[in-house]
């Protein structure tokens, strides 16, 4: 069964710092979306992605949080300059129509 | 925006009984519901939808029901097991296939 795959698994990084998180979604699947979980919460979502193009990034803080997809299958996240707070986890899911499939999700704690 | 509330937020059960968890949505135009659960340290797991036209759907242990005029749905497990024991989120599908997310609810299976 095809699954999305995300690495690192597992990133500390000191504040101040850049960090990158890497998706590759399950193959055929055209949307794509990064979300953010933090501790006991839901996953609010950061970007969306149809093919390479952005279909919403309202939730992104752009000042340090970019995102792209240049070639319509994976998906890079980056993180620059991370501060205390980004410390969650920063899960990437896919989708060919209704539902969406998770990533296990990469762990940032930020020091 | 969309909002998306779950209720209770902790719920233990005797191993076989059965488990109720409810969520209720704001946005009288979603139309497709999933259900997640969430093991600790894992991925978001897809288990079971609803698509607005039905009002009720079932896969062996799990159903979901959906009442649109109350605005709220339903996941309800029977013959619980330990296996069970896990983060349930719900979450309403709105504008270009965006979920939102409920904030979760811990079930418990007391064996």
């Known amino acids: 069964e095809a699954e999305v795959a995300q690495s690192p698994r597992y990133k500390i990084t000191e504040k101040s710092q850049a960090v990158a998180f890497w998706c590759d979604p399950i193959?055929?699947?055209?949307?794509l979306y990064w979300y953010r979980q933090i501790l006991g919460q839901g996953p609010e979502l950061l970007v969306q992605?149809?093919?390479?193009?952005?279909?919403?990034d309202s939730q992104l803080p752009k000042d340090r949080f970019s995102a792209e997809r240049l070639k319509g299958v994976d998906s890079t996240l980056k993180i620059q300059p991370a501060e205390l707070g980004d410390s969650a986890m920063y899960l990437c899911?896919?989708?060919?129509?209704?539902?969406?499939?998770f990533g296990p999700g990469t762990r940032l704690t930020v020091t | 925006g969309e909002n998306v509330e779950q209720h209770p937020s902790t719920l233990s059960v005797q191993e076989g009984d059965s488990a109720v968890i409810k969520c209720t949505y704001s946005?009288?135009?979603?139309?497709?519901f999933p259900w997640y659960k969430q093991e600790l340290g894992k991925r978001p797991q897809l288990i079971i939808d609803?698509?607005?036209?039905?009002g009720e759907k079932k896969d062996q242990r799990i159903a979901v029901t959906l009442n649109k005029t109350a605005k709220h749905f339903s996941l309800h497990i029977t013959e619980t097991q330990p296996e069970d024991s896990a983060v349930y989120f719900c979450?309403?599908?709105?504008?270009?296939?965006?979920?939102?997310f409920g904030k979760g609810n811990q079930v418990v299976v007391i064996p």
């Open positions: 899911a896919s989708s060919s129509s209704y539902e969406q499939y």
């Open positions: 193959s055929g699947h055209a949307t």
């Open positions: 992605f149809q093919d390479e193009s952005v279909v919403d």
């Open positions: 946005d009288s135009a979603s139309n497709y």
């Open positions: 609803i698509r607005s036209n039905v």
């Open positions: 979450a309403a599908r709105y504008g270009n296939n965006r979920l939102a």
